[in-house]
């Protein structure tokens, strides 16, 4: 694998945004590459993972349900109960970015309940995940709740994923408190 692409967070959407598109295209290429080549079904599941993140942040919404459908499909196929968890939670961001609220609810629904299993960190990154999307659709209280648990888990482990919360909580909260 390559060098990951650096992206930040915007404090209103709590979306990515990559500040190089061209890089963006050309690891979308080369994730493509790796996807036909891959030596084992694992490697093609990583490649697939990565290309599912940067075509929902920067690419076609439509291509990107493909390949999360693609890799959620690998993972049930190929992958272990976590690498399966992760591509659903892919899929549904997937259908939250569309708008496809019905679907990224369900999904979130039965990751919530799945995520404990797997350890802290998948289920700090579940709640991240899940309160994106409900405060995609307004509903703030719930997405700082989420926000809230993922930001003590990722505080206690000091992972590099605190800051995204932080910034998460305090969008949150301020959409909760704006009357």
Aim: hydrophobic share 40%; charged share 30%.
């Amino acid at each position: 694998m390559s060098e990951e692409l650096v992206f930040t967070v915007d404090p209103q959407t709590l979306r990515e945004v990559y500040p190089d598109p061209d890089a963006v295209q050309a690891r979308i290429g080369v994730l493509r590459t790796e996807i036909r080549d891959a030596p084992d079904e694992i490697g093609e599941l990583l490649a697939r993972g990565e290309l599912v993140d940067l075509l929902r942040a920067c690419g076609p919404l439509d291509e990107a349900l493909d390949e999360a459908r693609a890799a959620a499909d690998r993972a049930e196929i190929a992958g272990t109960a976590a690498q399966q968890h992760v591509a659903r939670l892919r899929l549904a961001r997937v259908h939250e970015w569309r708008g496809d609220f019905g679907e990224s609810n369900l999904e979130f629904t039965e990751l919530l309940a799945a995520a404990r299993q797997f350890g802290q960190v998948i289920e700090a990154f579940t709640h991240q995940h899940a309160g994106e999307n409900d405060y995609d659709q307004g509903h703030w209280a719930d997405a700082l709740e989420h926000f809230a648990q993922a930001l003590a888990v990722r505080e206690q482990l000091e992972l590099d994923e605190a800051e995204t919360s932080r910034i998460a909580v305090a969008a949150a909260r301020q959409r909760k408190e704006q009357p």
